[in-house]
Protein backbone atom coordinates (compact mmCIF):
# COMPACT_ATOMS: atom_id res chain seq x y z
CA UNK A 1 0.00 0.00 0.00
CA UNK A 2 1.51 3.46 -0.94
CA UNK A 3 1.00 6.61 1.04
CA UNK A 4 -1.03 8.05 -1.22
CA UNK A 5 -4.05 5.31 -0.31
CA UNK A 6 -6.52 6.40 2.08
CA UNK A 7 -7.39 3.76 4.73
CA UNK A 8 -10.82 2.64 5.08
CA UNK A 9 -12.53 3.56 8.03
CA UNK A 10 -13.25 0.21 9.79
CA UNK A 11 -17.20 -0.94 8.95
CA UNK A 12 -17.99 1.32 6.22
CA UNK A 13 -17.61 -0.73 2.94
CA UNK A 14 -16.39 1.21 -0.23
CA UNK A 15 -18.35 2.94 -3.04
CA UNK A 16 -17.31 -0.07 -5.29
CA UNK A 17 -18.39 -2.54 -2.85
CA UNK A 18 -21.73 -0.96 -1.56
CA UNK A 19 -23.91 -3.60 -0.15
CA UNK A 20 -27.41 -3.82 0.28
CA UNK A 21 -28.60 -2.49 4.27
CA UNK A 22 -26.59 -4.97 6.61
CA UNK A 23 -29.59 -7.09 8.40
CA UNK A 24 -29.81 -6.86 12.24
CA UNK A 25 -29.66 -9.60 14.09
CA UNK A 26 -32.59 -10.97 14.56
CA UNK A 27 -34.27 -9.48 12.78
CA UNK A 28 -37.75 -10.85 10.59
CA UNK A 29 -37.99 -11.51 7.55
CA UNK A 30 -40.68 -10.29 5.77
CA UNK A 31 -43.47 -12.58 5.44
CA UNK A 32 -44.59 -13.14 1.66
CA UNK A 33 -48.15 -13.93 0.01
CA UNK A 34 -50.09 -16.98 1.83
CA UNK A 35 -49.85 -20.56 -0.22
CA UNK A 36 -52.89 -20.53 -2.65
CA UNK A 37 -55.55 -22.96 -0.80
CA UNK A 38 -57.87 -25.13 -3.09
CA UNK A 39 -61.68 -24.23 -2.01
CA UNK A 40 -62.58 -27.63 -2.13
CA UNK A 41 -60.22 -28.55 0.51
CA UNK A 42 -61.42 -25.65 2.35
CA UNK A 43 -64.61 -26.72 2.69
CA UNK A 44 -63.89 -30.80 2.87
CA UNK A 45 -61.93 -29.69 6.31
CA UNK A 46 -64.47 -27.53 7.48
CA UNK A 47 -66.97 -30.30 7.11
CA UNK A 48 -65.22 -32.71 8.66
CA UNK A 49 -64.58 -30.46 11.79
CA UNK A 50 -68.22 -30.08 12.31
CA UNK A 51 -69.18 -33.76 11.64
CA UNK A 52 -67.05 -35.13 14.10
CA UNK A 53 -66.79 -32.46 16.67
CA UNK A 54 -69.90 -30.03 16.36
CA UNK A 55 -70.51 -26.87 14.86
CA UNK A 56 -68.93 -25.13 18.03
CA UNK A 57 -65.58 -26.57 17.52
CA UNK A 58 -65.17 -24.87 13.23
CA UNK A 59 -63.39 -21.67 13.60
CA UNK A 60 -61.34 -19.91 10.75
CA UNK A 61 -58.37 -20.29 12.81
CA UNK A 62 -58.72 -23.93 13.33
CA UNK A 63 -59.43 -24.45 9.67
CA UNK A 64 -56.24 -22.53 8.82
CA UNK A 65 -54.71 -23.94 10.89
CA UNK A 66 -55.47 -27.75 9.77
CA UNK A 67 -54.41 -26.04 6.52
CA UNK A 68 -51.42 -25.23 7.31
CA UNK A 69 -51.92 -21.49 6.35
CA UNK A 70 -53.44 -18.16 8.29
CA UNK A 71 -57.32 -17.08 8.77
CA UNK A 72 -56.63 -14.17 6.65
CA UNK A 73 -55.63 -16.09 3.84
CA UNK A 74 -59.85 -18.08 4.28
CA UNK A 75 -61.08 -14.08 4.07
CA UNK A 76 -60.08 -14.39 -0.05
CA UNK A 77 -62.54 -16.78 -0.03
CA UNK A 78 -65.41 -16.29 2.63
CA UNK A 79 -66.57 -13.60 4.43
CA UNK A 80 -66.90 -15.47 7.31
CA UNK A 81 -68.13 -17.95 9.94
CA UNK A 82 -71.57 -18.22 8.74
CA UNK A 83 -70.28 -18.13 4.77
CA UNK A 84 -68.40 -21.38 5.35
CA UNK A 85 -71.16 -22.52 6.97
CA UNK A 86 -73.38 -22.19 3.82
CA UNK A 87 -70.55 -23.67 2.03
CA UNK A 88 -70.56 -27.05 4.05
CA UNK A 89 -73.87 -27.71 3.77
CA UNK A 90 -73.95 -27.01 -0.32
CA UNK A 91 -74.27 -29.89 -2.08
CA UNK A 92 -75.54 -31.93 0.78
CA UNK A 93 -78.81 -32.10 -0.52
CA UNK A 94 -78.41 -32.87 -3.45
CA UNK A 95 -76.36 -36.00 -2.78
CA UNK A 96 -80.13 -38.03 -2.50
CA UNK A 97 -81.91 -38.55 -5.07
CA UNK A 98 -85.48 -36.67 -5.75
CA UNK A 99 -88.38 -39.41 -4.56
CA UNK A 100 -90.97 -39.85 -7.14
CA UNK A 101 -93.80 -38.24 -5.94
CA UNK A 102 -97.83 -38.35 -6.20
CA UNK A 103 -99.83 -36.26 -7.64
CA UNK A 104 -102.25 -35.73 -4.95
CA UNK A 105 -101.12 -32.10 -3.57
CA UNK A 106 -102.05 -33.27 0.06
CA UNK A 107 -100.03 -36.74 -0.01
CA UNK A 108 -97.21 -35.35 -1.99
CA UNK A 109 -96.80 -32.35 0.42
CA UNK A 110 -96.71 -35.60 3.27
CA UNK A 111 -94.05 -37.21 0.80
CA UNK A 112 -91.98 -34.37 0.81
CA UNK A 113 -92.22 -33.70 4.49
CA UNK A 114 -91.31 -37.39 5.03
CA UNK A 115 -88.26 -37.12 2.32
CA UNK A 116 -86.84 -34.22 3.90
CA UNK A 117 -86.97 -35.66 7.59
CA UNK A 118 -85.48 -38.93 6.43
CA UNK A 119 -82.31 -37.30 4.67
CA UNK A 120 -81.43 -34.70 7.27
CA UNK A 121 -81.70 -37.76 9.86
CA UNK A 122 -79.32 -39.42 7.81
CA UNK A 123 -76.74 -36.42 8.35
CA UNK A 124 -77.53 -35.20 11.59
CA UNK A 125 -74.76 -32.91 11.73
CA UNK A 126 -76.59 -30.73 9.75
CA UNK A 127 -79.16 -29.86 12.62
CA UNK A 128 -76.45 -27.88 14.01
CA UNK A 129 -75.83 -25.31 11.25
CA UNK A 130 -79.74 -25.28 10.50
CA UNK A 131 -80.14 -24.42 14.70
CA UNK A 132 -78.11 -20.88 14.02
CA UNK A 133 -81.44 -19.71 11.67
CA UNK A 134 -81.17 -18.63 7.77
CA UNK A 135 -78.42 -20.87 7.14
CA UNK A 136 -79.65 -23.58 4.29
CA UNK A 137 -78.72 -25.57 1.60
CA UNK A 138 -79.84 -23.94 -1.58
CA UNK A 139 -79.90 -27.33 -2.93
CA UNK A 140 -82.57 -28.23 -0.58
CA UNK A 141 -84.90 -25.39 -1.64
CA UNK A 142 -86.88 -27.30 -3.96
CA UNK A 143 -88.39 -29.21 -0.67
CA UNK A 144 -90.02 -25.69 0.43
CA UNK A 145 -91.21 -24.94 -2.69
CA UNK A 146 -93.07 -28.13 -2.99
CA UNK A 147 -94.56 -27.74 0.14
CA UNK A 148 -95.81 -24.47 -0.48
CA UNK A 149 -96.77 -25.44 -3.85
CA UNK A 150 -98.91 -28.02 -1.75
CA UNK A 151 -100.26 -26.01 0.70
CA UNK A 152 -101.37 -23.65 -1.96
CA UNK A 153 -103.06 -26.25 -3.86
CA UNK A 154 -105.00 -27.92 -0.71
CA UNK A 155 -106.65 -24.38 -0.62
CA UNK A 156 -104.28 -22.65 2.08
CA UNK A 157 -103.58 -18.72 1.26
CA UNK A 158 -100.25 -17.54 0.62
CA UNK A 159 -99.76 -16.67 4.81
CA UNK A 160 -101.05 -20.19 5.64
CA UNK A 161 -99.04 -21.79 3.56
CA UNK A 162 -96.17 -20.47 4.98
CA UNK A 163 -97.09 -21.25 7.98
CA UNK A 164 -98.16 -24.59 7.39
CA UNK A 165 -94.52 -25.05 6.07
CA UNK A 166 -92.96 -23.62 9.32
CA UNK A 167 -95.15 -26.23 11.32
CA UNK A 168 -94.26 -29.05 9.81
CA UNK A 169 -90.47 -28.08 9.49
CA UNK A 170 -90.76 -27.55 13.66
CA UNK A 171 -91.90 -31.01 13.34
CA UNK A 172 -89.02 -32.83 11.41
CA UNK A 173 -86.58 -30.20 13.47
CA UNK A 174 -88.07 -31.21 16.77
CA UNK A 175 -88.02 -34.85 16.41
CA UNK A 176 -84.88 -35.61 14.62
CA UNK A 177 -83.11 -33.57 17.69
CA UNK A 178 -84.89 -35.23 20.43
CA UNK A 179 -84.01 -38.72 18.35
CA UNK A 180 -80.48 -37.72 18.24
CA UNK A 181 -80.61 -36.70 22.02
CA UNK A 182 -81.59 -40.11 23.06
CA UNK A 183 -79.24 -41.62 20.83
CA UNK A 184 -76.43 -40.39 22.44
CA UNK A 185 -77.82 -40.74 25.76
CA UNK A 186 -78.44 -44.71 24.85
CA UNK A 187 -74.74 -44.75 23.71
CA UNK A 188 -73.59 -43.13 27.60
CA UNK A 189 -75.85 -44.13 29.81
CA UNK A 190 -76.07 -42.43 32.93
CA UNK A 191 -77.03 -43.66 36.38
CA UNK A 192 -78.67 -40.50 36.97
CA UNK A 193 -82.66 -40.44 35.79
CA UNK A 194 -84.77 -39.01 33.73
CA UNK A 195 -87.62 -38.85 32.00
CA UNK A 196 -89.60 -41.03 32.54
CA UNK A 197 -87.70 -42.92 34.75
CA UNK A 198 -88.11 -39.83 37.55
CA UNK A 199 -91.46 -40.31 38.31
CA UNK A 200 -92.11 -42.11 41.27
CA UNK A 201 -95.58 -43.30 42.73
CA UNK A 202 -94.81 -40.42 45.49
CA UNK A 203 -95.73 -38.28 42.03
CA UNK A 204 -99.04 -40.23 41.88
CA UNK A 205 -101.34 -37.29 43.23
CA UNK A 206 -99.40 -33.96 41.33
CA UNK A 207 -99.01 -36.51 38.04
CA UNK A 208 -101.52 -39.12 37.70
CA UNK A 209 -101.75 -39.78 34.31
CA UNK A 210 -97.61 -39.60 34.01
CA UNK A 211 -97.56 -41.65 36.78
CA UNK A 212 -99.71 -44.62 35.28
CA UNK A 213 -98.37 -44.95 31.67
CA UNK A 214 -94.75 -44.26 33.13
CA UNK A 215 -93.89 -47.60 32.50
CA UNK A 216 -94.58 -48.24 28.90
CA UNK A 217 -94.02 -44.94 28.15
CA UNK A 218 -90.48 -46.03 25.80
CA UNK A 219 -92.94 -48.97 24.39
CA UNK A 220 -95.56 -46.55 23.30
CA UNK A 221 -92.67 -43.65 22.31
CA UNK A 222 -91.16 -46.46 19.89
CA UNK A 223 -94.47 -47.20 18.17
CA UNK A 224 -94.13 -43.98 16.11
CA UNK A 225 -94.03 -43.64 12.25
CA UNK A 226 -93.20 -40.24 11.54
CA UNK A 227 -94.76 -40.56 8.13
CA UNK A 228 -98.22 -41.35 10.07
CA UNK A 229 -97.61 -38.33 12.20
CA UNK A 230 -96.62 -35.82 9.51
CA UNK A 231 -99.96 -36.96 7.28
CA UNK A 232 -102.18 -35.90 10.74
CA UNK A 233 -100.64 -32.99 10.81
CA UNK A 234 -100.92 -32.34 7.79
CA UNK A 235 -104.66 -32.68 7.40
CA UNK A 236 -104.75 -30.74 10.73
CA UNK A 237 -103.52 -27.61 8.70
CA UNK A 238 -105.20 -28.20 5.51
CA UNK A 239 -109.04 -28.85 7.70
CA UNK A 240 -107.49 -25.23 10.04
CA UNK A 241 -107.26 -23.92 6.22
CA UNK A 242 -110.59 -24.86 5.11
CA UNK A 243 -112.42 -24.10 8.59
CA UNK A 244 -115.32 -21.24 8.29
CA UNK A 245 -114.05 -17.79 10.08
CA UNK A 246 -116.24 -15.28 8.95
CA UNK A 247 -116.68 -13.39 5.92
CA UNK A 248 -113.80 -12.12 4.45
CA UNK A 249 -111.45 -13.78 6.29
CA UNK A 250 -110.32 -17.65 5.49
CA UNK A 251 -109.97 -19.20 8.83
CA UNK A 252 -105.42 -19.32 8.55
CA UNK A 253 -105.60 -15.67 8.11
CA UNK A 254 -104.57 -14.04 10.80
CA UNK A 255 -106.00 -10.19 11.80
CA UNK A 256 -104.71 -7.29 9.52
CA UNK A 257 -104.22 -9.75 6.64
CA UNK A 258 -106.87 -8.58 4.68
CA UNK A 259 -109.30 -6.84 7.16
CA UNK A 260 -108.80 -5.58 10.81
CA UNK A 261 -111.38 -5.83 13.73
Known amino acids: ?131 LGELTDRHALWMVEEIVDCALACGLSPAGSVRAYRTIWSYVYGDLVFRRAAARRAEQPSRREFFPEMITEKDTAELPRLTEVKDHWREYAADYEVAAELDAIVKGLISRGHGSAGPGRGADQPRGEGQSG
Do not use: C
Open 1 to 131: MSGSEKTKKPGKPGKAEKPGKAEKPGAKKPVGRPRRLDPDVMVATARRIVEEEGVAALSMRRVAKELGSTPMALYHYVQDKDELLMLTLSGTAAAFPRPELPEDPRERLVAVAVHMHDIIGEIPWVLDILA
